[in-house]
Nanobody
């Protein structure tokens, strides 16, 4: 069983920054592949990016160059640094674990409860 807890959401103006955290339980966090997703009002849950055990990352085109994912295995935590935020980034953001980083939400095993990010123009 893996428990994930996101934090760091909030309200910012366009152009601002936020850093989300995802704290994971379990002694083998370094073995986890982690993904970040978001779900806007009335929309499907979309892949934002992911980080593999190796530390390599992948990003959706919509956030490439603005968002950065990192991990601190000593703290069992994954981060999503979001810069140059836009109103269209408004969503609930989720972290999740999977056997591999993929854009398909159904292939992720464990999910956090989500954290709201609101970007105003």
């Amino acid at each position: 069983q893996v428990q994930l807890v996101e934090s760091g959401g909030g309200s910012v103006q366009a152009g601002g920054s936020l850093r989300l955290s995802c704290a994971a339980s379990g002694r083998t966090f370094s073995n986890y592949n982690m993904g970040w997703f978001r779900q806007g009002p009335g929309k499907e849950r979309d892949f934002v990016g992911g980080i593999r055990r190796s530390g390599t990352t992948s990003y959706a085109d919509s956030v490439k160059g603005r968002f950065t994912i990192s991990r601190d295995n000593a703290k069992n935590t994954v981060y999503l640094q979001m810069n140059s935020l836009r109103p269209e980034d408004t969503a609930v953001y989720y972290c999740a674990t999977s056997n591999f980083v993929t854009t398909t939400p159904n292939l992720y095993d464990y999910w956090g409860q989500g954290t709201q990010v609101t970007v105003s123009s």
